[in-house]
């Protein structure tokens, strides 16, 4: 006997199967958000492991400089390896037999403008001219353009502007513009007037372009530039490629690095150049004992016996600005004239020496006290006072470089500007005041002979590393007077370093890419500029196997 349906079983039926289709749906799609979400999760941990690895790279390299910074004086040892590897002690999920996993790795590179390509490594800024150390003073007007003008493509109109875009006042340079040109372009705008914290700052200088600034791509590398062929490549293993790119300023310029006034163990140096000799005396006396504060102090208030020996920058003045100053300054002194003298100077004895000036004489660097006599002139008769550091081998090569380490020569002239004489190209050289071409050629050319080259971690001379600006003398390409003259502007390595960090995680090897300057003239130092780059701007190849 058969029982008859009345359909209520086939509308059940359907019911349960589009439940079940509802149900099978959420669980699809509540799967398909999981994996999302950890593919979300795993991609966000890479990103922070790479970060993490990123500034990893950035402690290695700020402890490798300053390694080099304390190694033997006179010379300065850069690593071999500009890349790590960080592994884990925790047992990976997927290999929970197996500790000591790779984590990650971290490569430090610099961009090579003349090879326009990465390298292994760290920019020395000190080879390009910082343009924070030019004279802005009026007088010196003449000089900080002639500086400006060694840069190819630079014009007369651009290095006017440069130097207006800097300077604190609103007075219009002779080819220049101030605030009030970029008043009329666009309302508010103004000169910025005041030192520069990126080169980008450049940008609002009138005539400026990226093109000029950047070259060719007008664009910065750091930010658009592929990085490529990890591990990269030494140079070494490169032909130079100059000429195949059209360099910018940003080749020549910077803004960061300087002379510090800080020994390597963060101690200051004594201030030769100081106005107080009374205070000079009694740093130098801490220091260095009473015989050399002595020496140093006469040579400050008196000057050198032998005053031909002096060397004097040549400098490019402005002559109506320069009696404009010295007009001013002589009504100065009438004024104190005036005054009760005896308010005015500060007399004490120290040592042999009555102390009663601010000092008629600067010091530009250790080699105008090298084999100098000073002959002070006390009430008990004349006092001939030698150099403690006669003009031999041992005091170049060994006692040279402790000096240096000691003292700090700055302000010895009105340009603060340095150049790494080791490795800066020739039209930073030319920017040297009282640079001559026969001199730039010289140093080229033995740069070359003695494997000093750019970018060059050694510079073999009797089979030493002697990075110290000595070897100029020592070679023969300067004679002591020229080195006096160009001292206070070479130095053989600067202190501040322009790189990019970047942090590779593994297994699936994420990329984060941070450009960083360090400054090693403050202690500790200091990243003084840090941007984190977009990895999707920076392509990068799969990491070459070790």
Not at 189 to 205: C, F, H, M, T
Not at 410 to 430: H, K, R, W
Not at 504 to 511: E, R, T
């Amino acid at each position: 006997m058969t029982r008859e349906t009345d359909g209520r079983d086939g509308f059940l039926m359907l019911v349960v199967c589009v439940l079940l289709l509802i149900l099978i749906s959420a669980a699809y799609l509540f799967s398909e958000r999981m994996l999302i979400s950890n593919v979300a999760s795993t991609g966000a941990l890479q990103a922070r492991q790479a970060n993490s690895l990123s500034e990893s790279g950035i402690a290695y390299t700020r402890a490798k400089i300053q390694s080099a910074f304390q190694s033997d004086q006179g010379k300065v040892e850069w690593p071999e390896q500009w890349t790590g590897e960080v592994r884990s002690t925790v047992p990976r999920s997927d290999q929970q037999d197996k500790r000591d996993q790779l984590f990650g790795e971290f490569q430090v590179s610099c961009w090579d403008h003349e090879r326009s390509a990465w390298i292994p490594g760290v920019a020395d800024e000190s080879c390009k001219l910082n343009l924070n150390h030019l004279p802005l003073d009026k007088l010196y007007a003449p000089e900080a353009r002639r500086m400006l003008m060694c840069i190819p493509r630079m014009t007369l109109a651009i290095a006017d502007s440069i130097l207006d875009w800097m300077d604190e006042d609103e007075e219009q340079r002779e080819f220049g513009a101030e605030s009030s040109y970029y008043q009329s372009k666009s309302a508010g705008a103004k000169a910025r007037n005041q030192r520069l914290e990126q080169l980008e700052d450049l940008l609002g200088v009138r005539g400026m372009t990226p093109e000029l600034l950047y070259g060719s791509r007008a664009s910065s590398p750091w930010s658009s530039e592929p990085i490529v062929n990890f591990p990269l490549k030494s140079l070494d293993s490169m032909s130079s490629s100059s000429g195949r790119e059209r360099l910018g300023f940003s080749a020549f310029l910077t803004v960061n690095g300087g002379p510090s006034v800080y020994r390597a163990d963060g101690e200051k140096k004594v201030l030769v150049n100081q106005d107080d000799l009374v205070q000079l005396f009694d740093d130098l006396e801490r220091v260095l004992g009473e015989d050399i504060a002595t020496y140093v102090v006469a040579y400050r208030m008196v000057g050198p016996k032998d005053k031909t020996i002096l060397v004097k920058d040549e400098f490019a003045l402005d002559a109506a600005e320069q009696t404009r100053q010295r007009a001013a300054q002589q009504r100065g002194e009438n004024v104190e004239s005036e005054q009760d003298a005896s308010a005015l100077t500060r007399v004490e004895q120290r040592g042999p020496l009555m102390i009663d000036t601010d000092g008629g004489f600067l010091v530009r660097s250790a080699y105008d006290l090298v084999g100098v006599s000073v002959e002070y002139q006390s009430e008990d008769g004349s006092l001939l006072l030698e150099s403690p550091w006669p003009e031999n081998d041992y005091t170049f090569d060994q006692l040279l470089p402790k000096i240096n380490e000691q003292l700090s020569f700055v302000l010895g002239t009105p340009v603060l500007a340095q150049v790494n004489v080791n490795q800066s190209p020739e039209q930073v050289l030319f920017a040297v005041p009282g640079m001559l071409p026969d001199v730039v050629n010289r140093i080229v050319t033995s740069r070359d002979q003695l494997g000093i080259y750019r970018y060059s971690s050694e510079a073999r001379i009797s089979g030493k590393q002697y990075m110290a600006i000595d070897w100029l003398r020592r070679s023969g390409t300067l004679d002591l007077k020229e080195m006096r003259l160009f001292a206070p502007y070479f130095t053989n390595v600067g202190n501040a370093f322009h790189f990019m960090s970047t942090g590779i995680s593994h297994p699936n090897k994420h990329h984060a890419h941070r450009e960083i300057i360090l400054d090693f003239r403050y202690k500790p130092s200091r990243v003084v500029f840090a941007r984190a780059v977009d990895s999707r701007s920076l392509l990068t190849s799969e990491v070459a196997a070790r």
